[in-house]
């Protein structure tokens, strides 16, 4: 039995997450921590990650607050020995290689999972071979009118993916000083978000060549497509004694 803490447990994935890890019979949830209170079987709710690790002892934490918060919630945890994943977004790279250090010093696991969704893994997968072949491309993601932060870290993994990737083919975006070409990530690949009440998440990225386009396209219908990662993110972070950015890495 695994004993789990979630922060952001009154949020919507939180406290999705929380209900679905309470249903396990191998994950057992002994933390919620969230300002705003929370519920999810007979977890205790504490108003912060301080409170929750001096009367708890969790063996993972799962991390959904909102992005202003995550850097020094996951801060404290490994500062506890705390395994963790991290699903929030709102991490700047300078506070990724801080929190490496940490996991690092702490020996413990830290999973920083920008998308659950298995799909989004494959379409991150695909887009980096596509990257090898095309030398133009671009990114449209597009989330609930709730999302707080934009571009997406989904959409920001796939264009860092896409650059990296061995022999990509990916060259510079256009000099433009047009607002609506969206932001270039590493200078190369535009990312065009779109918040709308409707959406839940997704993303489509495109290749152009000499007369044709390759479209890769992903779609969450419900926040229930996020569980099954979740879960794997949570049973194999404990296993780990690195940092890994992405669920990819996390797969059998």
């Given amino acids: 039995m695994i004993d789990v803490l979630v922060t952001g447990a009154a949020g ?13 019979r191998d994950l057992r949830l002994v933390a919620l921590v969230d300002p705003r209170g929370g519920k ?4 205790p709710v504490f108003r912060s990650v301080e409170e929750a690790l001096a009367l708890t002892s969790p063996q993972v934490a799962l991390e959904f607050s909102v992005p202003a918060a995550v850097f020094a919630n996951v801060s404290k945890l490994l500062e506890a020995g705390v395994p963790t994943v991290v699903g929030a977004t709102g991490l700047a790279d300078e506070q990724v290689e801080t929190l490496r250090a940490a996991a690092k010093t702490a020996g413990v696991g830290l999973a920083i999972v920008p998308n659950f969704a298995l799909g989004a893994v494959l379409l991150m997968r695909f887009a980096a071979e596509a990257a090898r072949y095309y030398e133009h491309a671009e990114i449209i993601e597009m989330h609930d009118k709730a999302k707080v932060d934009s571009p997406s870290g989904t959409s920001l993994r796939t264009a860092r993916l896409m650059i990296d990737a061995p022999g990509s083919a990916v060259q510079a975006a256009p000099a433009t000083d047009m607002a609506a070409r969206g932001m270039a990530v590493g200078g190369a690949v535009p990312v065009h978000s779109v ?19 390759l479209t890769l396209r992903h779609d969450s219908l419900s926040r229930r497509s996020f569980m099954s990662g979740v879960l ?15 669920l990819e890495h996390l797969l059998d």
Avoid at 232 to 245: D, G, K, P
């Fill in 232 to 246: 794997i993110a949570l049973r194999r972070v404990t296993t780990l004694n690195e940092t890994v950015i992405g």
């Fill in 12 to 24: 919507k994935m939180g406290s999705m997450s929380a209900a679905t890890i309470a249903g396990q």
């Fill in 195 to 213: 918040r709308l009440p409707g959406l839940v998440a997704h993303q489509e990225v495109l290749f152009g060549g000499v007369d044709e386009l």
């Fill in 40 to 43: 999810a079987g007979d977890a």
